[in-house]
């Protein structure tokens, strides 16, 4: 084998292992765009989620909520101004 065709086989190797490996590349790109786009939705979803959550815990922590639940269920009430003591130390 002359100097010519043992340099052409050795860039002919080299390119299909180069292609291999853009394919090989190409693959793994596609395969984490994937998993990039699951958890974007994912993270989009717990973001919709915690929203809602905030929205839920600022209404129940509302004050007339509070009192709400206070006077019905707990049967609280206001004291009368003749139930109330003044303590001094």
Do not use: C, K
């Amino acid at each position: 084998m002359t100097f010519g065709r043992l340099l052409i086989a050795v860039l002919l190797a080299a390119n299909i292992v180069t292609a291999i490996g853009v394919v090989h590349a190409r693959h793994d790109y596609r395969q984490l765009y994937v998993e990039l786009t699951r958890l974007e939705r994912a993270r989009d979803e717990l973001n919709i989620d915690f929203g809602r959550l905030q929205l839920e815990q600022a209404t129940w922590a509302m004050s007339n909520r509070v009192d709400q639940v206070a006077r019905e269920r707990l049967g609280m009430r206001f004291p009368e101004t003749a139930e109330i003591v003044v303590v001094r130390p």
